[in-house]
Nanobody, 122 residues
Framework: QVQLVESGGGSVQAGGSLRLSCVAS?????MGWFRQAPGKEREGVAS???????TYVDPVKGRFTISKDSAKSTLYLQMNSLKPEDTGMYFC???????????????????WGQGTQVTVGS
């Protein structure tokens, strides 16, 4: 089992920045961030594999950066130039499986945090 605890969400105006953090109870091979807006399905945002290779969904490329600090078992998501459409609940995810490129499909991750809310005003 892996416990994941997110923090760093909040309310910002469009163009602003937020940094999400996720502390894991232990290191895992692949981790990522998903988000869910009201009335919409969960969407993979970014992922990172055991050697630090990253994958991003197209709408956040160039604005979001996923990173990790293995010594602290902590995953980060730096979000810049935020837009109202980035609003949603953001979830940290993890898996012990190894991938050539960590996927952005929810079924690949058995471990989920409880989420942190991000709200971007226009």
């Amino acid at each position: 089992q892996v416990q994941l605890v997110e923090s760093g969400g909040g309310s910002v105006q469009a163009g602003g920045s937020l940094r999400l953090s996720c502390v894991a109870s232990r290191n895992t091979n692949s981790m990522g961030w998903f988000r869910q807006a009201p009335g919409k399905e969960r969407e993979g945002v970014a992922s990172i594999d055991i050697i630090g290779r990253t994958t991003y969904v197209d709408p956040v490329k160039g604005r979001f950066t996923i990173s990790k600090d293995s010594a602290k078992s902590t995953l980060y998501l730096q979000m810049n130039s935020l837009k109202p459409e980035d609003t949603g609940m953001y979830f940290c995810v993890a898996t012990g499986a190894s991938y050539a490129a960590a996927p952005l499909s929810p079924g690949a991750y058995p471990y989920w945090g409880q989420g942190t809310q991000v709200t971007v005003g226009s």
